[in-house]
């Protein structure tokens, strides 16, 4: 079955640490997206890539860093300096933007900084 | 600046109940709309959504909803809401040929029984 797959599901890291997710899709699709999920925010996008070798800062990408070496791979790095990076993590895909496709989204991962 | 607002947190209906949730959104030009559905834990799952034509659009799991653009809102709505409903809602708003989507904060559905 196609879709988008997450890994791990939960991840712990001591601060100071560099942590890397997993995020890989087989719908054949360009876009790739990382959003970040607080309580009561909804999502905010932290990095996406239209196309493979390219990637764009969203509104929260302090702290983090992606790469798109692959079309079916676009794993997010959360550096040390990102001060608070506690929180659930979704990566998304979809055909073209997304102003007129609509997005698939990963199970997402669970972040814990202990 | 394009916003989503959701004004509900959280909405308790009982079960077979009708269900509204309301979406409004700030937007220059004709926006492309969605409602998305959130188990917990889990991703996030298409609804449905508008781009252009009937303003009525139907979705799946039993699901509308109405783009009213003079209200800017898309509200979503179900006659008669299933225990399996409980989840939170998102809806979100896109511009063409865009690759940002902005979502609202959700509103978390309890039902009981």
């Known amino acids: 079955d196609g879709g988008i797959t997450q890994s791990p599901k939960y991840l712990f890291r001591k601060e100071g640490q560099n942590v890397t997710l997993s995020c890989e899709q087989n719908l054949n699709h360009d876009a790739m997206y990382w959003y970040r999920q607080d309580p009561g925010q909804g999502l905010r996008l932290i990095y996406y890539s239209q196309i493979v070798n390219d990637f764009q800062k969203g509104d929260i990408a302090e702290g983090y860093s992606v790469s798109r070496e692959k079309k079916e791979s676009f794993p997010l790095t959360v550096t040390s300096a990102q001060k608070n990076p506690t929180a659930f993590y979704l990566c998304a895909s979809s055909i073209g933007g997304t102003g007129n496709t609509e997005a698939f989204f990963g199970q997402g991962t669970r972040l814990t900084v202990v | 600046a394009q916003s989503v607002t959701q004004p509900d947190i959280h909405i308790t209906v009982s079960e077979g109940a009708s269900l509204e949730l309301r979406c409004n959104y700030s937007?220059?030009?004709?926006?492309?709309l969605f409602w998305y559905v959130q188990s917990p834990g889990q991703g996030l799952q298409l609804l449905l959504k508008?781009?252009?034509?009937?303003?009525l659009v139907q979705g799946i799991k039993g699901f509308e909803a109405e783009f009213k653009r003079s209200q800017s809102s898309f509200n979503l709505r179900k006659p008669s809401v299933h225990w399996s409903d409980a989840a939170e809602y998102f809806c979100?708003?896109?511009?063409?040929?865009?690759?940002?989507?902005?979502f609202g904060a959700g509103t978390r559905l309890f039902v009981k029984a």
């Open positions: 508008y781009f252009s034509g009937d303003t």
């Open positions: 937007y220059g030009a004709t926006p492309y």
């Open positions: 979100a708003v896109s511009n063409t040929g865009g690759f940002k989507t902005i």
